[in-house]
C-alpha cells in the first residue's frame, strides 16, 4: 500500500507539472524560478542496506515522495517519505535483534525485509539565482523508521518461535521495529524553462544509532516541480 501511495503521488506531480508548465511559461517565462518557495519531487533509487542488523539482506528499488518548502534565504524545511522491498537470503543469527532460531544458533533465511522511512529536517540549497538551472542542495535531519521482517523459511523450514534481544518469545515468521535515526542527503537539481526539473541525488540513513548496526545508502533520481 505504501508503494502504491508513493506512485500515486508521482502520478499526480506529472500531471501537475503538465499544466504548471504552460501556466509558468505563459506569466513567467524563464524568470521567477527562484522565488517558488515549494518544492514537490517523486522518484526512485537504488538502496542497498548495511550493518550487522540487516546482515544478509540484498540491494534493491526505494521509491520516495518529497516536498520542502523554503522559509528563509537558501533554507527550507523538507520531508519524504521512501519505501521499498529488499530479499533476505543467508546464514545469520539475528535480524534488527530478533534470532532466527530458538536455540540461539545461525540458521539458513530466506524472506523479506521493508523500510518505510520518514525524513523530517533542513534543506540549503548552495545557488538561488534567476539565471542558474543548476541547484545543488544538501538535506539533514531526523529519521523515523519502521522496518519489517517476513521470513519465508529457516533452514528451508517454516520459522517457528525465538526470542529477541529482550528476551521475549515471538514468531519468527514475520516482526518488526521503529527506530530513530538521522539522515544525510547530497544532490543536484536541474531546472528547465518552468517549474518543472529533475534531480540526482545520494542518501545516508542512519536508521540506528550507532550508524554502523543498521544504516541504508541509495543514490536515485526522479523529478521536481516548483509551483507558483
Known sequence: MSRALVAAVGAALL???GSAQAEWQATQGDLGRSEARAILRAGGAWAGPT????DKTKPGVNYQAAAAYRVWGMFSVCGSFATGSFDVDGQVVSLIGQYVRSDLRSGNVSGSYEPQRLRLGLRFEALRT??????PYLEGGALFTTTK???DSVDRSTP?????ADGEIQSVAQFERSTTGAFLRGGV?????GPVGVYTEATFDAVSIPAGLHSIVSVGAGISLRPL
Open 15 to 17: 500531471l501537475a507539472a
Open 51 to 54: 550493518g550487522g542488523d540487516v
Open 130 to 135: 534567476e539565471t542558474s538551472r543548476v541547484v
Open 149 to 151: 521482517f517476513t521470513i
Open 160 to 164: 517457528g518461535f525465538a526470542p529477541n
Open 189 to 193: 537539481e536541474w531546472l528547465t524553462a
